[in-house]
């Protein structure tokens, strides 16, 4: 197969389509997700971060629900697919059809909150405050599930702005709930590094029900917290620790809690990482639509294709888009420039550097004339907006010299004005009969007042200059 049209079959392959691809070659040979051979995942927004008092298993399910929305082309009013593949998604080995149910009965109570009231006070009624049932409807038959998530939801699940990559190979390999919670809290700490102080209250709200020796440190972290924090950095993409505090100097009791982490360097983590760099994610993902299948090549590639190498191949294809080189697929040309080391030269960059420069004067030599014209215009509006506003004066005072007039003198002056060629010319625009313009008719009628209001005001100047 030619090599642009290897890189267009691949750009038109989905998420979905690969998930499904692996389940079918993986679910009858009884091999889960978390051992597939290629990346699963989708971009989660952060704030789906802030689930709280949830299973393991109903993360699980919260993270295959959310993951065929973010697959989709629109948002549906119900999502439906095969059961079985649903449950490979989130790595429910068991036919337990009732406990499967409850899971799905504690999703639909699952629901995150959004607030700008400061931990520190008590809200009031100008605080800002979202709480969204993260899904709704589900329904089970014929082997088949069907589920419905709040459309405002969906939007930001599909298209979200602050956001980190969740693989699905990862997030079903953890066995622990507090392990789970925990990966999930950090992720959108792991660009900087660490999580702030976070009381231990919080922390051990985050898996749903933990044991009641959990309220004193040493048996939460000895039963608990450490072991949660071994499978992290067993099973997950990043390498964490944390250290601990009491509330204040005099105090003994340990009350808060802060987590460091750093990305791995295997393939899921690399994947995550060009995620945590949103804006060459944001270029890869918006601008040239690269598929999943191509990010993963780009992760197992990592060592060589550099963010420079990457940035590189970026400008390269940009520049033969816009010279009409690339003929097919913006991001199949794009990852045969990654593969074979394509970039401007220095003699290109200058050549395109120069054409901006002149094209820059170009449009400010335009830009000059815009301004040159504009002004021109400005002017002669307002010469016009003047002069309007004088014969709107004359007509005014022309209106009341008519008004106060007697009848034998407005007599006169219609007959005078109906004569003049003026006068013609706007009876016959309104056509109007001569015969029929009364003095009511004239002070009755807003444009046809002012047309004689003009040739009074004008009249009556006349006979005082000449008197």
Not at 68 to 78: F, Y
Not at 361 to 380: G, H, L, P, W, Y
Request: aromatic content about 8%; hydrophobic content about 40%; glycine content about 4%.
């Amino acid at each position: 197969m030619p090599a642009d049209r290897e890189h267009a079959v691949r750009t038109v392959v989905t998420p979905q389509q690969m998930a499904l691809s692996l389940f079918e070659d993986m679910f009858d040979v009884g091999v889960s997700i978390n051992e597939a051979n290629r990346e699963i995942g989708y971009q989660r927004n952060n704030f789906i971060c802030e689930i709280s008092n949830v299973s393991l298993s109903t993360r699980r399910f919260l993270d295959a629900a959310h993951f065929i929305v973010a697959q989709e082309h629109q948002i549906l009013e119900r999502y439906d697919v095969e059961l079985n593949y649903f449950k490979w998604l989130m790595r429910y080995d068991s036919r337990n059809v009732k406990h499967l149910r409850s899971i799905a009965n504690e999703a639909q109570g699952a629901k995150v909150r959004v607030t700008d009231t400061p931990r520190d006070r008590e809200p009031n009624e100008d605080d800002i405050w979202i709480q969204v049932q993260m899904v709704g409807l589900v329904a089970f038959g014929k082997g088949r599930i069907r589920f419905e998530v709040q459309k405002d939801l969906a939007k930001h699940i599909r298209d979200p702005r602050k956001s980190h990559w969740l693989s699905l190979r990862i997030a079903t390999a953890f066995t622990r709930s507090l392990a789970r919670a925990i990966y999930d809290h950090v992720q959108q700490n792991v660009a900087v590094g660490r999580t702030d102080w976070i009381p231990l209250e919080v922390v051990r709200s985050w898996p749903g029900k933990i044991g009641a020796n959990a309220t004193i440190f040493k048996y939460f972290k000895r039963d608990w917290l450490e072991p949660a924090v071994r499978e992290i950095n067993d099973v997950s993409d990043i390498e964490l620790s944390y250290e601990t505090r009491t509330e204040s100097s005099s105090s003994k009791k340990i009350d808060r809690i802060r987590f460091m982490l750093k990305r791995k360097t295997s393939a899921d983590a690399v994947l995550a990482s060009l995620a945590d760099s949103s804006e060459l994610y944001k270029t890869l993902k918006d601008e040239f639509n690269l598929s999943t299948v191509q990010f993963t090549e780009i992760s197992e590639n990592r060592d060589a294709w550099t963010d420079e190498r990457i940035a590189q191949a970026v400008e390269y294809t940009r520049w033969n888009i816009k010279r009409g080189q690339v003929k097919k697929s913006p991001a199949g040309y794009l990852m045969k420039a990654l593969k074979e080391d394509w970039k401007m030269s220095e003699a290109e960059r200058t050549m395109v550097s120069v054409q901006s420069q002149l094209r820059g004067q170009e449009s400010e030599t335009a830009v000059t004339k815009a301004n040159a014209q504009a002004r021109v215009a400005e002017s002669v509006a307002s010469i016009a907006a003047k002069q309007r506003a004088k014969m709107d004066e004359h007509a005014t005072k022309g209106r009341e010299c008519f008004i106060e007039a007697t009848p034998e003198e407005r007599k006169t002056l219609l007959r005078i004005w109906m004569s003049s060629n003026e006068g013609k010319l706007v009876l016959r625009r309104m056509k109007l009969e001569p015969a029929s313009v009364t003095d009511d008719v004239i002070l009755n009628h807003r444009e046809l007042i002012w047309y004689v209001g003009q040739f009074v005001f004008l009249r009556k100047q006349a006979s005082v200059i000449s008197s």
